[in-house]
């Protein structure tokens, strides 16, 4: 179901594009199907809390919630970014991540995942996702910063500590190339285990 939902939310989003040759409309073709999707994708952390698959807990979940802060706290927040270029990158790179990874997924339980598919399934990553994540994600942070300033965004939230949201949005900025690093360098090591020749894990 998560799969086919992707596909609609990039169907509709390259559908307004191919019919308006803009990429202003990605959040209002698809935008609240996207946030509905990366809420329900906290399912992936407990899968993995749960042993169900594989990946742990503490990197799925650093993805999840940078994600699901960006699209739900930001974005869907102000309609003044819902037409900057920033969103229709984030959301197709996001997309084509999903599209290619529940399919090889699903053949990988069934045992029956070529090996064309798994390459693609572990090269991918290294272009969509820092242009996800940089050119897409901390790009529309840093768009967002005069717009959080001016609405003083969850003045309440923030009003027990010594910083506001806009100082924590400059904060995270500073960081946030440190974890998409870490969770880059983690997907390289998966890589090089999955794409590993058979004889070549044999021999470890």
């Not at 500590?161 to 090591?189: C, E, G, W």
Request: aromatic share 16%; net charge positive; glycine share 6%.
């Amino acid at each position: 179901m998560n799969y086919l939902s992707r596909a609609v939310a990039l169907f509709r989003i390259l559908s307004d594009f191919a019919a308006t040759k803009s990429v202003s409309g990605a959040y209002s073709s698809a935008g609240d199907l996207i946030c509905l999707l990366q809420t329900v994708s906290f399912l992936e952390v407990i899968h993995g809390a749960l042993g169900l698959v594989p990946s742990g807990v503490l990197l799925p979940l650093m993805q999840w919630g940078g994600r699901t802060h960006f699209v739900l706290a930001i974005v869907k927040r102000h309609d003044e970014l819902h037409e900057f270029p920033a969103v229709f990158i984030t959301f197709v790179a996001w997309s084509l991540s999903e599209l290619i990874r529940y399919p090889h997924y699903a053949m990988q339980c069934l045992g029956a995942s070529p090996a064309w598919f798994t390459y693609v399934r572990y090269t991918a990553f290294i272009i969509l996702y820092p242009i996800g994540g940089v050119v897409g994600e901390m790009w529309l942070m840093y768009q967002a910063l005069p717009f959080i300033k001016e609405k003083n965004l969850y003045s309440g939230f923030f009003s027990g500590v010594p910083f506001d949201y806009y100082q924590f949005i400059s904060a995270l900025l500073l960081v946030y190339p440190f974890l998409l690093l870490k969770l880059y360098l983690h997907m390289f090591k998966q890589r090089g285990s999955k794409l590993r020749k058979p004889h070549e894990k044999k021999r470890s």
